[in-house]
C-alpha cells in the first residue's frame, strides 16, 4: 500500500486533484468528512465538546451547533487548541482504521488522504509522498469571492487562518501548480498518477 498526503490551503483546488485520483482508482479518504463523523450524537468527542464548551454547543436535535461552537473557537486560540486536542486524535484513530481496511482489502491500494490541515495535525511523518496543491492567494481569493460568496476580507481571514504556502510547500514531495486552467490541474494530476502506478508494479 502507498499512503500518500494530499493537501493545500482553502479554495485551491485540492478537491479537483483528490476527485482525478480518485477516478484513476486511488482510495480517498477525507479529513473533513471524518471531522464531522467523530462529533455525531453518542460519539466520545461529542461528550467531550459538550464538557469543555457547554450545552450551548449542542443543538435541540442532539447535533453539533456549529455556528456556536465557531463563534467560541475563531475568537480565542486557546479554545481553538482545545478543540483540535480533542477532535485530532479521534480523527486520527479513524484514519489509521481507514487506511488499514484499505491496505487488507488491497495490498497495493494507493490511498490518497484529503487533510487540509497536514502541517496543523503534525502528521507528516506517515506518508510515503506528500502532495501539495498550490495557488496563489490572488487567485484562491478571487474563487472564494466567485464561488463562494465572500467578501474579500472574509476570503483572507479564511486563507491566514490556515498554515502559510511556505510551511505547506516546505513540506512537499510534489507540487501541482493549480493557478491555471483546471485542464492542467488535471494533467499534473494524471502525471502524478502514473507515477504512483509505476511504483506499484515494481
Do not use: C
Request: net charge negative.
Amino acid at each position: 500500500m502507498q499512503l500518500i498526503g494530499l493537501t493545500g490551503g482553502i479554495a485551491s483546488g485540492k478537491s479537483v486533484v483528490a476527485a482525478r485520483l480518485a477516478e484513476h482508482g486511488a482510495v480517498v479518504v477525507d479529513a473533513d468528512q471524518l471531522a464531522r463523523e467523530v462529533v455525531e450524537p453518542g460519539t466520545p468527542a461529542l461528550a467531550q465538546i459538550a464538557d469543555r464548551f457547554g450545552a450551548g454547543v449542542i443543538g435541540a436535535d442532539g447535533q453539533l451547533d456549529r455556528a456556536a461552537l465557531g463563534a467560541i473557537i475563531f475568537a480565542s486560540p486557546e479554545a481553538r487548541s482545545a478543540l483540535n486536542a480533542i477532535t485530532h486524535p479521534a480523527v486520527a484513530d479513524r484514519s489509521h482504521q481507514l487506511f488499514a481496511a484499505a491496505g487488507a482489502a488491497d495490498p497495493d491500494a494507493i490511498v490518497v488522504y484529503d487533510i487540509p490541515l497536514l502541517v496543523d495535525a503534525g502528521r507528516v511523518e506517515e506518508f510515503d509522498l506528500i502532495v501539495v496543491v498550490n495557488a496563489s492567494t490572488e487567485t484562491r481569493v478571487e474563487r472564494m469571492i466567485e464561488h463562494r460568496g465572500m467578501t474579500r476580507a472574509e476570503a483572507l481571514n479564511r486563507i491566514n487562518s490556515q498554515a502559510s504556502d511556505t510551511d505547506r510547500l516546505a513540506i512537499a514531495d510534489v507540487v501541482i501548480d493549480t493557478n491555471g486552467t483546471i485542464a492542467d490541474t488535471l494533467e499534473q494530476a494524471d502525471t502524478l498518477w502514473a507515477r504512483l502506478s509505476q511504483h506499484r508494479r515494481r
